[in-house]
Structures are given as C-alpha cells and as structure tokens.
C-alpha cells in the first residue's frame, strides 16, 4: 500500500511535475493549431499562392467531398490493406528466413554477404521491374511492400536469435534437447521483444513500400491520389491525401503497439 | 560401487590459431552417493570436466563410464546444474521446474504432480504461478535444482552453482542444497573456486593443476563421512587444516 499521506514538500514536488506535463501538451497543440493558422491566414491574404500552396479550409473541403462521393474509404481501405498484407507475408518469410539462417551456419555464411548487398540496394529502384513482372495490379503493389521491409526483418531477427544467452540454450542441451527444441522452448521465446521491434520498423517500411507501389501501378490507394492530384494540379487533394497518410500511419503504428502491450502482459 | 569413472581421459581444443590441451590424463573415480568437489585456477578445465561427464563434449582421449556404460551423448541418468538458475522469465516458476521433463517428453501428469510436491517440500509452493523476476535469489536456485532432480537423475553435476548467489545466500543455499541431495542419496560432482565451499560439502575434494589440467591431489575429507552439515563443518578445527593444505597447493600452482 504506497503512503498517501504526502508532506506539503512531495504536495509540491507533485505539482510542479504535473504543471510541467501540462505545458509540453500545451506547447505541442499550440504548435499545431499556429502552424495551421498561418497556414490559412497566409493563403488568404495572398502572401502565399493558394493555388500552389493549398491551404488547410480547401483541404478540408477535399476530404469532405472524398468522403461524400464515397471514395474516402475505398482509397484509405486499399493502402491500409495493401500495406498490412505486405507487412504480414514481409514479417512471416523474414522470420522464416531468419530461422533458416539460425538453423544451418553453412546457410548463414553462404548467404551473408548477399543480404548485406540486397539490404544496401535502394528496393523502391525494384518498382518498375515489378510492374512488368506482375502487371499494374495489387501483387506490384504488395511485392513492392514486402522488398521493403524483408531484409531488415531477416537481419533484425537473424541478430536477435544470435544473441540470445548461449547458457540457456547450454541448459536445454543438457536435457538432451534437439534443434528444434532449443528453438521452441528458448530462441523464438527469447527473441519475441525483437519481434516487436522488428514490426514496429516495418509497419512504417511497408507503408513506404505500398505508396510508391501506388504510385507506379495503382488506379486506388493513398499513394494513386497523391500522383493524381499533382498531375491534375490538384493541390489540395495531393495535400489532403498526405494528411491521411499520416493518420493512417500514426494509427498503424500505435495498433502494434497496442500488441506489444498485450504480448507483453500476457507475458509477465 | 563406481557410479562414474574417468580413464586417462584428455580434451583438445582447436581454433584457427591452434590446439590447445585443456584436460590430461585425468584418472578419478566416484563412488555411489559419494560427493566429490574439483577445485582449480579458472581456466583449469574443470567445467570442461563436468561438460565430459554430461556427455555435451566427447573426450579427445580416454573414456568416460557411468556405471560402466561409456557415455555418448547425454544421458537421462545425469543432471546438469549451471553457473547461475537461468530461469526462462516467460515462464512461470512451475513450467520452469517442468523444462526438463518436458524436452525429455516425459511431462506426465503424475510428473507435474510429484514437481508440485517438490516445489511444497522445499518452501516454494504458493509460488508455482509467478515469474522468476518475482522470487529471490536463493528461491530461484532452488526452483533450478527442482528443475535438475524432477527428471530423477542418479548423478549431478554442479558448475558453481552458487557462484551468483551473495554470501550469506551461499551458505544457506549451499546447506539447503547439500542436505536435499544427501536425502535422496544422490552422487554429486562439484566445480567450484571456492575451497571452503569444497571442504564443508564433500567426501573429497579434487584439486587440479593448471591448463592443461589434470588431478593433483586428493584429500578425503572426514567430516562429511561423519554426516556434518556444511555448516557444522565449518566449525570444526580441522576444517582450516584441510583449507590450509588445499590452498597451499593452489597457490604453488599460481606462482608458477
């Protein structure tokens, strides 16, 4: 049971900390709202062009007619999809990959230097090669998603097995465990902290992967919109598209988070 | 009855850089229920010793017997117990104690049974649904131990096995320990650094020179075989004779 029973010097030690949140938070919205602000005032009075600027009424009203003809949805629906298929099939082969390397040392040594090589490769340079293979569907734009994001899971994973304690694996041993004992019951429990940190990089890289999937071979999508509206000059919907592209970032990336949490409860 | 016997056994380590002897020549015999500690200068290869007799490392020369049988691979007749309890913090302190029997595929429910039992005798029930992070250290060497004897092995290994304990958890860890194992009569092997450690537990204490290790000495020690306690031992006179010699004959070694 902590004391309650605070002394008037804790009373305000309490309180200055309490102030101190409040006037980060304020700080951040106050941020937000001026930038905004200046924004709208500076397109209104003519300091800036409108037309080339935009300016945050005429983005709204962008959304607003999205919404009403129906096609808010459909285009946030086909990134949000795009990007969570390519994330789940990126993160489930890298893992399996990572596994593979874990497993035979022969495989790891062999294949070492490949990986360094594809990971330093620029893969938004793949997109066009997808395209021609795959045509301009959803599999280009998922394919693209993935390249992002399966090197840097089967390097995150690969060093997370590694470095997992040699003497608890020492301990299954001596029990007479096999390989695949000692990955089930240590490596793969050991490493589930990796396996956060690794979805949490490519929840972001297979957003990254999915916008430029769109833009080359979509005719839906975040990333269709935003090549759409600069085409057509549309700059209002190219900004508006850009502002639901971070909501729909900062929404994925707080859902693995919120699995994080889960796991880890779950866990202790 | 010789439960575990090491014949002119030699282990070779290779590395790019070269080979190096880590064990020589060892000769050591031991007895049923007997408890032998091995001190030495760290490096020795007195944990290679035990990862021998365990059957993880295959000896380079000689041979190792359980009961007879040459060792080949490790067995479901020895325990192994590390250097610290390295409890899996994602599983409760009843799985952790069920590891073994469950690699071993032997996690019956008359097993989980008997290791809940175990887990009451020695102070911990009430305590089968926490997590490791959540019980102190000596609490956890003893699920570690619970964990090694729930598999019924007749000999146990011990690499310093309190080693990450402090001292005041050392002894009585250390006593709890030696009087579970004498109760149901196991035969023991110890590594450890620690002379007085050695002395209070064992029937006889092992002493091994520097790499490459073999036995120096052997010093039968009187009080165990007449049923002292670890700590009891400690009091007794003689206990600093037989520290005094020991420790003479390490230190000759480190001047070297």
Redesign the interface.
Known sequence: MPNTDFSPEHLSYLRRRRLDTLTVRGTQILLVVGFFALWEIAASRGWINGFIFSQPTRIWAAVVRLASEGELWRHLGWTVGETVLGFSIGTAIGIVVAVLLWWSTFISKVMDPYIVVLNSVPKVALGPIFVVWLGTTITAVVAMAISVSIIVTIMMMHTGFKEV?P??I????????TNG?VLR??VI??S?PTMIAALKVNVGLSLVGTIVGEFLASKAGLGYLIIYGGQVFNMSLVMASVLLLLVVSVILYYAVTFLEERVSRG?? | MARVELRNVGLNYHTEAGEVAALQDVNLTVQDQEFVAIVGQSGCGKSTLLSLV?G?LTPSRGEVTIDGNPVQ????RV??M???D?L???RTILDNAL??L???KERTPEAVDEVREMLKTYGLGGFEHY?P?QLSGGMRQRVALIRTLA?KPDVLLLDEPFSALDYQNRLSVGEEVVRILRERKKTVLMVTHDIPEAVSMANRVVVMTPRPGTIRSIHSIKMCDEGLSPLQTREVPEFREYFGAIWKELNADAEH
Do not use: C, H, M
């Open positions: 304690d003497n608890q020492k301990l299954v041993r001596t029990f007479g465990g004992q019951k240590v429990p050991a589930v866990g202790a | 365990s993880l691979g490790t067995s479901k325990g192994y590390l250097q610290q390295y899996f913090e994602w590891l073994g469950e690699i071993r997590y992070s598999t």
